[in-house]
Every structure is written in structure tokens, then in C-alpha cells.
């Protein structure tokens, strides 16, 4: 009696099994931990440790990350041994081969029959290049796109089904408590909702289902952010006030908006979004009022619209391979998916699924090739220039690399009293297991809530001045204005150095094997009354 119907399941889910191999060996093309990851791995670390979600242990709490979900299930991971720069890339790449499936399903419902179509979305997903990157990088991107794809599942099945609603419910509480944007994809289900029920259905008051949705969100999110707020004080992260608080130079808003609108035309031409448009206008919008099609494609067409608006407002992001829009990387393979089943109805039935299977084939095969060529270009190394203030995935590596060499080397040249001032607040503090801040503010409310936004660029909004992050933090160790050089004894320091050397600090020298951007010097400035024990307890200074 059993053994049908798991034939059956199969048959069905087989195919995807190839896709799933794809994606695995695409993502470990980049294979990469970027730097921003560190700082939720320095927060779970103390969560492991300390039992403090904090950036530094015994100080008041700052919530300087943007993902809590991702950086708890980190923290409780390592309570249990498994260490976040491993768990972070197995995780990713699970939750994009959940999100893959994810995607196979929908095909299948909306369309209301299973067929060969159906594992388009998912094969495109896995030889997209952006897809692949951030299925590694360390980041929650992944973990994120599957909430709102299960989201999206969910309300296109609670149409029909109210026993979705629940699910509906618990899947945007848990993309909101992922990333703030879960909160924009919630409001806009929310709307959509409401729009059908009141042009559709011809009905304002929610029924039971609905009711169940609003109530399984608010029991998981609602406790969650009541503790977040009491817990850091602020009633949003610190990473917002660094970002979109406070004073703004003049034009800055202009150009930010600018970096946006750029940020999304890359987006739309390397991952083909460009190309793929009409094809998936035709699969989301072209449906009959009350078919599961139309309830998914007008939700997805409004997601897409007001996800990139909200994109080029907040001027995009500084990665490259474009995470900030992973879901609608989603949205546009489910749409092709669907736009070329739509197109292929209209040929005989004799000649549909040649002509079909043949199309479909072109497409993945053009897609493939063009997504390969994006692959080795962006991890080919040497190709670390920024694109407009957008970093390339090689560079990213590359930056990780050499801080995690520089903070491993350095782990036994702190003690529990120093307190340092970094640029990259990631790597480098994870792995030396030091206090600090950075000098963009984003564990600092200090320069989040008292600097003024200047740097139009995403992520690295705010520069505190050296006279304030003396004056308020007295640092042991000065990070940010540092020079990294081949030649030991001609460091090219990267600010105005004299300020410090003005008030008490002195140029320190390390020799770091490994490192690979500019040489393997590093100079710093440390404070003068460290400077004997420094130079007792670390390795490869130069004298």
C-alpha cells in the first residue's frame, strides 16, 4: 500500500536532486566567509560564552546586527561545539535548496498539475551566480529568501485552504525577526490581502483564518521585539541609526538614491532579471481573478515593485552579486517558469512538450553559460576593484582572509582592559576575542547617534572623527587608520595620522605570513604606555 505513493514522491522530488547539486557545487565556487558575518559571529560567540547578546561582554548592550534569528541559531549552535564559520555555510546552503523546493512547489500549485516545467525555477535558481554567492558568504540572505518564499507558499495555498494561515503567520514573524524587511514583505501581504478582500470577495471583516494569521504572527514576533526593545533600549537597531538617522551632508541623499538606482540595474543585468522581465510578467500577471496564479502573481509583481523602490531609496547595498533583492531573485525564476508554461499552451498538443522541453533547455543552457562566466569573473583573483562602491565577491574574501590572519596572530597580544578602535568590525575582533567598536558606528551608539551621515555609501554611512573616538573610548589600539605594505619600514598609513601620534600613540609593525592584499606588514597605532607589554606578548613585531 506504501510503497506506491513513495514511488511516487520519488519520481517527484528526484529531479530536483540535480538542481540541488548544482547549487552545492556553484556556491563552493565562492566558498567564502565575508567580514560582516564575523560581527554576528563575535555576538553569538558572547551569547555561547557569556550568555550576553552583545558586541562586547560586561558593557551595555548594542545591538549592532540586523538578523537576529541568524545570529541566536548561531549562539545555540555554539553552545553545542559546531563553529559558526563552518555552521553559517552549511546552514546557507540548506536554506537555499529549502528554498528551491519551495519554488518547485509553487510552480506545481499554481499551475494545478505536475509536470517537467515545474523544476525550471529551481535549476535556473541554482546556476544563478548571485543565488550561489550568498548560499555562502556566511550571511542570513539565504535564511531570509526561504521565510519569504514559504510565506508566499503559504498564502497562495491559504486561499484555498485556511489550514495555511498558521503557517502563513509563524513564516513572516520569522523573516521579520531575520531582517527588518521582513516587516515591508508582512505589510504588503497584509495589503494585498486586504485589496482582495475587498475587491474579490466584496468583504472587509477578516474571517477565521485570517484571524489566525494575525494572531501566530503577533505570538511570535510580537514577545520578541517587546525583548529586544527593553533589551538594547532603542526601538530599532543600531545599524538604522547608522544608516538612515541623523544629519546628512549636503547632497547626500541624491547621491545615495543614485547608488541605489545603480545598485538595481546591476541586479537586473547580471542576473538576466533584465531579459527574463517580460517572460515573467506574462507568467505572474496573466491569470484569471480568482485562480491561485493571479492571487501569487499580483502579490509577487507588488513585492517586486515596492522591494526595489525601497532598494533605491536606501541606496542598495555594498556587496556585490546583489543579496539585498535575494527573494526577488525567487520571484523572477518562478515567473519565467510560469510565463514559458503560459507561452507553450498555445502550441498543439502534439507539439507542446518538444517544442517545450526544448525551449525550456535553451534558456538554462544560455542562462548557465552566462551565470558561469559571472561566476569566474567574480572570484577571479586580482578583481577587487569596487564597481561604484560595490565590492566584488573576490575582494570580500580577500578582506576576510587577512583580517581573520591579523586576529588570529594578534589573540595573545590583548588583555581583558584593552579596548580598540577597528574599520572592519569582524574578522579581526572574532578572532582576537577583543573589545571595541567601528568607526562607522555600527556597534557604537555613541557615533550611530552623534555622528552625521557624510559617506554616501551603503553600510558605511558615518566616519566618526578621531577627536570624538579619543575622547569618549581612549583606545588602546587604533585599527582604522592603518596601513598594510610589503616593505616594513615604508608603511602608507590610510588617515591623518599625527592626530594620534599628537595625543599619546605610536606606529606598531606586525609581520603576518599569509596575508595576501598588499604585503605582509601591518602597522596600527597602540598607546604609548602599552607599548612594553605589547611587545612582550606579541608575535612578528618589527622592530
Known sequence: ????????????????????????????????????????????????????????????????????????????????????????????TAFALGTMALAMRLVEHVSKERSAWDYVAPVLLACSSGYACWSSGGLETQMFTFFVTLALYAYVR?????????????????????????????????????????????????????????????????????????????LFPNTYYVKASGKASPGYAEQMHANGRYYVWQWLQHSKALYAAPLAVIGLALAKPRTSRFVFGSLALLVTAVYLVYVMRVGGAFMGLHRFVMPLFVIVAIGSALGLRFLTGFLPAGLRGKVGAALACIIVIVF?????????????????????????????????????????????CFVPEDFSIFGGVGAK?????????????????????????????????????????????????????????????????????????????????????????????????EAKERAASFRETCPGLVE
Open 429 to 525: 575582533p572574532y578572532h582576537a576575542q577583543t573589545k571595541g567598536i567601528d568607526v562607522f558606528g555600527l556597534v557604537s551608539e555613541v557615533v550611530a547617534h552623534q555622528v552625521p551621515r557624510t559617506r554616501p555609501r551603503a553600510g558605511h554611512n558615518k566616519w566618526a572623527p578621531d577627536a570624538l573616538l579619543l575622547k569618549t573610548y581612549n583606545p588602546s589600539f587604533v585599527f582604522h587608520c592603518y596601513s598594510l605594505h610589503s616593505d616594513p619600514k615604508k608603511p602608507r598609513i590610510n588617515c591623518r595620522g599625527n592626530f594620534w601620534q599628537r595625543n599619546g600613540y605610536q606606529q606598531m609593525t606586525l609581520h603576518v605570513p599569509g596575508l595576501k592584499e598588499r604585503g605582509e606588514y601591518y602597522t596600527f597605532f
Open 368 to 412: 548557465a553559460r552566462s551565470q558561469y562566466q559571472l561566476t569566474s569573473e567574480s572570484v577571479r583573483w586580482g578583481n577587487w576593484k569596487s564597481d561604484r562602491g560595490i565590492d566584488t565577491p573576490a575582494y570580500l574574501a580577500l578582506y576576510a582572509h587577512d583580517r581573520s590572519l591579523i586576529g588570529e596572530q594578534m589573540r595573545q
Open 158 to 234: 491559504a486561499d484555498g485552504e485556511t489550514r495555511f494561515y498558521r503557517l502563513l503567520g509563524i513564516s513572516l514573524a520569522l523573516a521579520a525577526m531575520t531582517r527588518p524587511e521582513g516587516l515591508l514583505i508582512t505589510a504588503l501581504v497584509g495589503g494585498h490581502r486586504l485589496a482582495l478582500n475587498l475587491i474579490r470577495d466584496r468583504r472587509l471583516v477578516p474571517h477565521r483564518g485570517e484571524l489566525t494569521c494575525m494572531a501566530a504572527f503577533l505570538l511570535c514576533w510580537a514577545p520578541w521585539f517587546a525583548w529586544r526593545w527593553w533589551y538594547y533600549g532603542h
Open 1 to 92: 500500500m506504501l510503497a506506491a505513493p513513495k514511488a511516487a514522491l520519488a519520481k517527484r522530488y528526484l529531479p530536483l536532486l540535480g538542481a540541488f547539486a548544482i547549487l552545492i557545487w556553484h556556491s563552493l565556487q565562492f566558498n567564502f566567509v565575508t567580514d560582516d558575518a564575523y560581527i554576528s559571529f563575535v555576538y553569538s560567540h558572547n551569547f555561547a560564552e557569556h550568555g550576553q547578546l552583545v558586541f562586547n561582554p560586561g558593557e551595555v548592550p548594542v545591538e549592532g546586527y540586523t538578523n537576529f534569528l541568524w545570529t541566536f541559531l548561531l549562539g545555540v549552535l555554539m553552545v553545542v561545539g559546531l563553529p559558526p564559520e563552518i555552521m553559517s555555510l552549511v546552514l546557507g
